[in-house]
């Protein structure tokens, strides 16, 4: 326990440092100091003071770059570092590629070859050479370990580096200084690096503060080792939150974590969904799965919060198609999106009496479709299949169907 104490005191002592590197960099407009944004919505739900650590509108779109520029900064200072490489699903990625461009190295990045396109794309605009490598990132990691030793290049580890984990600290400090009084903050975890350098400098200031993990029911790695008292690797990587799709937890992240953080909790996919949604309406805040998973937790009722909560927005890097797909697919799990299906008489005015109803009743109209050729329908009828927005109140859906029911039609709801 002493060797485990010396370890996290090491890595608060090193925030300091690295609090120094990163507000140098604020100042000259190479990382931004991200704000601190109060969500009504989250509040209202969870009867606590919500807060939004907007790490999805930091440069490279993600926290990432604050432990890419600490440990960068410090190789260059002490070793002489001039190539460095690492292995990443994407965010740590541009993180080093941004700031080996500033430092004038040369970067070279193993992607996993399911990398969303956004992520891929962006890392090579900031001049890096990607190599995209295995189907997670359990298998680009190998490959850069190996690649680093054949180049002579400097590692730089996702997470399991204290200076990685001692530059995502630095949000820590902020949250401090932005909140001095703190009751959770809500995290989401992947290798861990991220949540170690938050837990290592709040629970040095306020150790009443309770800090909670999140990651997917799919890819459990932290949620798993923390219960079974060992590093354990799985084998899943399959969901929406590919920042943190991590086989295995780091060495180092794991005994931090298992001496500083109070739990860690699982959502799904449909619920990683419903936050984005939730984030793009209320808070106006564009989140990649990873980086909702935290405000997942609240809103799934999977954390009872009371008091000033803080949730880690930790990144917003979505590929514009996926966000099309996730925004639909959160539409319609909340009822906000429905197709109204039907049979009306096949003649003149019968579809304008149907759309009179949506209109008045304020539903918008999405699509429609006719099925006329079905031999089970009689010649003189058409199916109609209508796709609309409904408006966001109680019993809209309801009041629709009561509706046209009244002028004799005899819709059902169906998932669009």
């Known amino acids: 326990m002493n060797y485990i104490s010396g370890i996290i005191d090491k890595i608060y002592e090193l925030s300091k440092e690295a609090l120094i590197h990163i507000k140098d960099a604020q100042s000259r407009g190479m990382i931004h100091r991200t704000p601190l944004y109060r969500s009504d919505t989250l509040s209202s739900f969870t009867n606590a003071n919500v807060y939004l650590k907007l790490e999805a509108l ?41 700031v080996a461009k500033i430092y004038d190295l040369k970067a070279t990045i193993v992607m996993p070859k399911y990398t969303p396109w956004i992520k891929v794309s962006n890392t090579k605009k900031y001049g890096a050479d990607v190599i995209l490598e295995g189907q997670s990132y359990y298998e680009a990691e190998k490959h850069a370990v190996e690649l680093a030793k054949e180049l002579n290049a400097k590692m730089i580890h996702a997470y399991d580096d204290p200076f990685v984990i001692a530059g995502q600290g630095t949000i820590g400090w902020e949250i401090i200084e932005d909140l001095k009084d703190v009751d959770y903050v809500i995290v989401p975890v992947g290798g861990g690096g ?8 709040i629970k040095a200031i306020k150790p009443s503060t309770k800090i909670i993990g999140v990651q997917t029911e799919t890819t459990p790695s932290a949620y798993l080792s923390l219960r079974q008292g060992k590093v354990t690797t799985v084998d899943n990587t399959d969901t929406i939150a590919d920042g943190i ?29 419903n936050a984005i949604l939730m984030l793009a309406e209320s808070a106006k805040v564009i989140a990649e799965g990873a980086g909702a998973v935290a405000a997942a937790a609240l809103l799934s009722g999977k954390i009872n919060v009371k008091g000033n909560v803080v949730v880690i927005i930790s990144g917003g890097n979505i590929d514009v198609t996926m966000l099309a ?29 149907v759309t009179g109803v949506l209109g008045k009743l304020g539903v918008n109209i999405v699509e429609i479709r006719h099925e006329r050729y079905n031999p ?9 299949n209508i796709v609309v927005e409904m408006p966001p109140e109680e019993g ?21």
């Open 58 to 98: 930091q440069k490279t779109g993600s926290f990432k770059v604050r432990g890419a520029f600490n440990a960068i900064t410090h190789y260059v200072n002490s070793e002489n570092t001039r190539h460095v490489i690492t292995a990443s699903a994407g965010n740590h990625a541009q993180g080093v590629a941004y």
């Open 194 to 201: 991220l949540i170690s350098g938050i837990a290592s400098v």
């Open 245 to 273: 799709a991590v086989k295995r937890i780091g060495d180092l992240t794991f005994e931090i974590m298992r001496n500083t953080i109070d739990d860690i909790v699982l959502v799904n996919d449909q619920e990683i969904v």
């Open 325 to 353: 797909k996730v925004l639909y697919k959160g539409l319609v799990q909340t009822g906000r999106l429905i197709m109204l299906k039907g049979l009306i008489p096949d003649r003149p005015g019968m579809l304008a009496q």
């Open 376 to 384: 089970l329908i009689k010649p003189s009828y058409t199916e109609v």
């Open 396 to 416: 809209a859906v309801d009041k629709v169907l009561n509706e046209l029911s009244k002028l004799g039609f005899n819709f059902k709801v169906e998932v669009p």
